[in-house]
């Protein structure tokens, strides 16, 4: 009876084992097929910084998982061992640990951290966001102002405007100059084009970035920045040069003028806001709303001299 009785105790871990291998299993095929043909978009880069993120996210996740799968399989491998109805299993508290072992449990960990650590350090300099993206093309400079609750876009070299849309060509570097009016720090994101970059009041953070293929990318603020944070959201539309150059044209010939009460009136919180297009008033308009938090037009000269 006793036999009978420790033959199924201990066939309990096994099972226990298969139970959560089949689970996790299961758990991974569910997760397969909600993803099959969805646009995750950081699964997804459509830019030249994106690409390079996902590649350093596929490499160091597989650094973490060389040091991952092994560990569980050895912790409960171990607790399969030495359990409590394994009477085969020699279980000495009193051995000591040789130093071949002592060294592997140090050394493996720090040769990973050295690996892993020296392909960040190498890809944080590589794509910071501050540094000029190599091309063929001419960079395209947008003045970004982050406001309650909507994206104000500028195209300082078309002296045009836009609310919570923003057209880029392709395969050309653009450079974002990030900044806010009376809201709180506001993180600018285009998921499908790389990582994401904080707009503050009384600086001008510059974000690079390159579309790669045409298409129409959701952007958003990624941080709680006050009530109308979660319809906070823009459109980032990719396409060729030759129908940038119309779209610009387009928006010189039609739309209506952006002056400074109107901008008074656009600094007002409102939620969701609708798409919209302006001609520009006054060209200087993202220069004055640094200005408007430094007293000087110091910040701002001295972001375009170091870059």
């Known amino acids: 009876m006793m036999k009978h009785e420790n033959k199924v105790r201990g066939s309990k871990p096994v099972s226990r084992m298969v ?59 171990m ?7 394994n009477d085969k299993a020699i279980y000495d508290p009193h051995v000591r640990q040789g130093k071949g072992l002592t060294l592997s449990i ?47 876009f500028i195209y300082p070299e078309h002296n045009i405007a836009t609310v919570n849309f923003v057209q ?47 298409g129409d990318y959701p952007g958003s603020s990624a941080e709680l920045n006050g009530h109308g944070f979660a319809g906070m959201k823009f459109i980032a539309r990719a396409s060729s040069n030759e129908v940038y150059k119309s779209w610009v044209s387009d928006v010189q010939l039609n739309s209506t003028m952006l002056t ?9 919180p409102s939620e969701n806001n609708n ?3 302006y001609n520009l008033a006054d060209s200087k308009l993202h220069d004055k709303v640094v200005m408007k938090y430094t007293g000087s037009h110091e910040v701002h000269t001295r972001s375009h001299k170091e870059h």
Request: glycine share 4%; no cysteine.
């Open 19 to 77: 139970y959560a291998l089949t689970f996790l299993s299961l758990l991974a095929l569910t997760i397969a097929v909600l993803l099959k043909d969805a646009d995750v978009a950081l699964l997804n880069p459509k830019g030249l910084i994106a690409l390079e993120q996902y590649k350093l996210f596929l490499i160091s996740s597989f650094i973490l998982l060389l040091i991952a799968v092994p560990t569980l399989f050895l912790f409960y491998y």
């Open 79 to 85: 607790a399969w061992k030495y359990r409590e109805t």
């Open 106 to 152: 140090w050394a493996i960990p720090i040769v990973f951290m050295v690996v892993l650590g020296g392909i960040m350090w190498s890809a944080t300099h590589r794509l910071e966001p501050q540094k000029a993206i190599a091309a063929n093309a001419k960079p395209i400079t947008v003045q970004v102002v982050a406001l309650r609750w909507k994206w104000l």
């Open 168 to 214: 880029i060509p392709t395969d050309t570097p653009i450079r974002f100059e990030l900044t806010a009016d009376e809201v709180s720090m506001s993180s600018f994101w285009i998921p499908h084009l790389g990582g994401q970059l904080y707009a503050m009041t009384g600086h001008v953070n510059p974000l690079n970035l390159m579309a790669e293929k045409p």
């Open 260 to 268: 400074a009460d109107g901008y008074k009136e656009m600094l007002k």
């Open 275 to 277: 798409v919209a297009f």
